[in-house]
T-cell receptor, first 117, second 109 residues
Framework: DVKVTQSSRYLVKRTGEKVFLECVQD?????MFWYRQDPGLGLRLIYF???????EKGDIPEGYSVSREKKERFSLILESASTSQTSMYLC????????????????FGNGTRLTVT | RKEVEQDPGPFNVPEGATVAFNCTYS??????FFWYRQDCRKEPKLLMS?????NEDGRFTAQLNRASQYISLLIRDSKLSDSATYLC??????????WGAGTKLIIKP
């Protein structure tokens, strides 16, 4: 069974702090994603990566950066946390060998609920 | 206008009933369609893909109407465990996934 592990379930940080959210997947997936989820809104894509050391901006990259030094690990960095970044952050991975983008479901971690005060 | 729209609900449905909800999408070039389920305070999980001819998985039936640009999910003989938020997801021509905000379903005994 695919496992996507996010390092923290709950985090409380102060405005201006640098925040690291870690995500590790164990299924050799090519693609990894960071989303945020807020009430009344769909999941919004922050950044994604199709390969090691590769990253692409999603819909809302401002205030965030990412790092993918190894295939299994995708980190989200909040350079200077703000209260507007209080949210649920979800990491996901997809695309096993033999799958296509059309039929490759996303597997999510259980989320990190970040509160910035 | 949102790219993918869903009725947020909640839909309050008695156990054993049939319930259906729709999701509309704005991009006619959308390629693939999915329903995900998200339990309270949990991560989304794939429920089923939606194929052009419609498809069934046990008590769940998904339909796609390209002409009217909507997909639907039908749940028959609903169970208490079906209570969740159902997320509609559309893949656009650039392979990007566009997520609806979800429809909340509550099954009552």
């Amino acid at each position: 069974d695919v496992k996507v592990t996010q390092s923290s379930r709950y985090l409380v940080k102060r405005t201006g702090e640098k925040v690291f959210l870690e995500c590790v997947q164990d299924m050799d997936h090519e693609n990894m994603f960071w989303y945020r989820q807020d009430p009344g809104l769909g999941l919004r894509l922050i950044y994604f990566s199709y390969d090691v050391k590769m990253k692409e901006k999603g819909d809302i990259p401002e205030g965030y950066s990412v790092s993918r030094e190894k295939k299994e690990r995708f980190s989200l960095i909040l350079e200077s946390a703000s209260t507007s970044q209080t949210s649920m952050y979800l990491c996901a991975s997809s695309l096993e060998p033999g799958q296509t983008l059309y039929n490759s479901p996303l597997h999510f971690g259980n989320g990190t609920r970040l509160t910035v005060t | 206008r949102k790219e993918v729209e869903q009725d947020p609900g909640p839909f309050n449905v008695p156990e054993g009933a049939t319930v259906a909800f729709n999701c509309t999408y704005s991009n006619s070039a959308s390629q693939s369609f999915f329903w995900y389920r998200q339990d309270c305070r949990k991560e989304p999980k794939l429920l089923m893909s939606v194929y052009s001819s419609g498809n069934e998985d046990g008590r769940f039936t998904a339909q796609l109407n390209r002409a009217s640009q909507y997909i639907s999910l039908l749940i028959r003989d609903s169970k208490l465990s079906d209570s969740a938020t159902y997320l509609c997801v559309v893949m656009d021509s650039n392979y990007q996934l566009i997520w609806g905000a979800g429809t909340k379903l509550i099954i009552k005994p």
